[in-house]
């Protein structure tokens, strides 16, 4: 079947827009998270869906950044006022939520704040 | 205290040698889960491979194999015979606890295969 999709592949926005990410998880899969990763580092984690429980937010690194799962399948990485400190690829795993996990990973966001 | 640390950021091997990729851990949960993604340069993360703490035997998969040594808290990828298309960046990284849990990563090694 298909894996995770996200969109838009590239975003280019300016300071101060807001912007909206989108990730299609593979389906049946549970559990949805959210990463990002700076230019040439390791991946940082923002916040993560699991069935119907409470979202893991830990990650989140201001109040800029909000994330939604609608219906148990798409969600949306919202950021407000974007800096230029955003600008990073974020990825979109899923899973199907089960003990020896095993995290599906989409092309990821190409985000530029100018 | 760094969760996952690769102290590798760069390697050069030539086509058809293996190669081993260092991956140390901390972690005081008894369950967790540790994985090895390979980042190509089109960004996308391919999983590899997964060693549970309670797995008696190290994973294999295909050309791929991981050297876990639970005492010393470490857990190596192994690429046997590799091929120009290995070159990539490779991420160590774990999940504490079971089920849907976040990953850690480490900060990556960059692998480049010589002709």
């Known amino acids: 079947g298909a894996g995770v999709s996200q969109s838009p592949s590239n975003k280019v926005t300016e300071k101060g827009k807001d912007v909206e990410l989108r990730c299609d998880p593979i389906s049946g899969h549970t559990a949805l998270y959210w990463y990002r990763q700076s230019l040439g580092q390791g991946l940082e984690f923002l916040i993560y869906f699991q069935g119907n429980s409470a979202p893991d937010k830990s990650g989140l690194p201001s109040d800029r950044f909000s994330a939604e799962r609608t219906g148990g399948s798409v969600s949306t990485l919202t950021i407000q006022r974007t800096q230029q400190e955003d600008s990073a690829v974020y990825l979109c795993?899923?899973?199907?939520?089960?003990?020896?996990?095993?995290?599906?990973f989409g092309p990821g966001t190409r985000l530029l704040v100018l | 205290a760094q969760k996952i640390t690769q102290t590798q950021p760069g390697m050069f091997v030539q086509e058809k040698e293996a190669v081993t990729l260092d991956c140390t851990y901390d972690?005081?949960?008894?369950?967790?889960?540790l994985f090895w993604y390979k980042q190509p340069s089109s960004g996308e993360m391919i999983f590899l491979i997964y060693q549970g703490s309670y797995d008696q035997q190290n994973a294999t998969e295909g050309r791929y194999s991981l050297n876990f040594q639970k005492a010393r808290k470490s857990a190596n990828l192994v690429i046997s015979a590799s091929q120009l298309g290995d070159s990539a960046m490779y991420f160590c990284a774990m999940r504490e606890g079971w089920g849907a849990q976040k990953l850690v990563f480490g900060q990556g090694t960059r692998l480049t295969i010589n002709p």
């Open positions: 972690t005081s949960d008894p369950s967790y889960g």
């Open positions: 795993a899923s899973s199907m939520g089960l003990a020896r996990e095993t995290q599906y």
